[in-house]
């Protein structure tokens, strides 16, 4: 008896990894080589125009073998709500999309960017986020994407693909990562942490987005860019994690405190996101999507510049 038992156990931890790999949030594509194959396994190719990351077309042309695709920009990760661009859909509309992709609660899926750039890294680490917000952990994203993958010389799948079969995917909403802007405004009036991770000429107001009525920032931020750790090797980019824990050190953050990050529409704020929680350790991050497009929204609100201080959204868009 003794021995069928320490058996099944034997057999059970073997077919364990099988359905639940446990990755770190940032993989190399040795990793995922050596993945290919394993049950429960999703490698989802989320490539887009941005950054000049391409398309299906461009997935269909090369792709990492027995990948799937969704386009970042087009598949609905994102919508617009209020006249506020880049908000996360209802948790329903989430549940179907991802499940029409075939991956069901049981899978690990592998995010996989361009790796053209930065910007491009972002819709990774959005997506990653998501389905961290949607109570799924199995996820991780490919360090240098598919151009990483390409550029060291992997195998390389082509032509048309059969979309997948649906499965069902059910999400439970982690509140706990998602800040609205009542919650940021009591983090302003309770001195709380907010890292803005658009690069410095947003963060000073030197530069505005077009999705936020007024330039600056929110007051009392620290700027954390979304592209200040990248390395690029042979047209491939790929995230630093010694480089970026030293620039989070640099910002003299604590650790263990509530701390938000945000930029123009929520999409460089997903990296913020992912360094700040995922790569640097901080155990209490949270993602504002609406960032600047919806906090200008309003009048009253208080942004900062370099140049003027701090003033009223309604001041300055007189």
């Given amino acids: 008896m003794r021995s069928r038992l320490l058996m099944a156990t034997a057999a059970l931890a073997i077919a364990g990894p099988a359905h639940a790999l446990h990755p770190s949030p940032l993989v190399d594509a040795a990793w995922l080589e050596g993945q ?101 952990d199995e996820v991780t994203i490919l360090n240098g994407g598919f151009a990483g993958w390409e550029e060291q010389g992997r195998e ?66 620290v700027n954390l860019p979304h592209d200040g750790s990248f390395e690029e090797r042979d047209g491939a980019y790929y995230l630093q994690p010694d480089a970026l824990k030293a620039r989070i050190d640099e910002l003299g953050l604590d650790h263990e405190a509530p701390t938000v990050a945000f930029c123009n529409t929520g999409h460089w704020a997903a990296s913020g996101w992912f360094q700040l929680s995922e790569i640097g350790g901080l155990e209490n991050v949270t993602m504002y999507d609406g960032s600047m497009a919806e906090w200008t929204v309003n009048d009253e609100r208080l942004v900062q510049l370099a140049d003027r201080g701090t003033v009223s959204v309604g001041e300055l868009a007189e």
């Fill in 156 to 221: 390389v799948a082509s032509g048309p693909v059969e979309a997948p079969d649906a499965d069902s995917f059910t999400g439970s909403l982690r509140e706990s990562l998602l800040a609205s802007t009542e919650e940021v405004e009591a983090a302003l009036e309770a001195s709380e942490a907010l890292v803005d991770a658009r690069p410095p000429a947003f963060f000073t107001g030197e530069t505005q987005s077009p999705a936020a009525r007024v330039p600056g920032t929110i007051p009392g931020s």
């Fill in 36 to 136: 290919l194959g394993s049950d429960d396994l999703v490698v989802l190719d989320v490539r887009s125009a941005i950054d000049d990351g391409g398309d299906r077309e461009s997935f269909e042309t090369a792709r990492i073998p027995g990948s799937r695709y969704s386009s970042y920009t087009d598949a609905g990760w994102r919508e617009d709500r209020d006249g506020v661009a880049g908000l996360m859909p209802d948790v329903e509309d989430l549940e179907s999309l991802i499940g029409d992709l075939g991956i069901d609660n049981d899978d690990t899926v592998v995010v996989v960017p361009a790796g053209t750039g930065p910007t491009d890294f972002g819709s990774a680490a959005r997506i990653y986020w998501t389905f961290k917000a949607l109570g799924h």
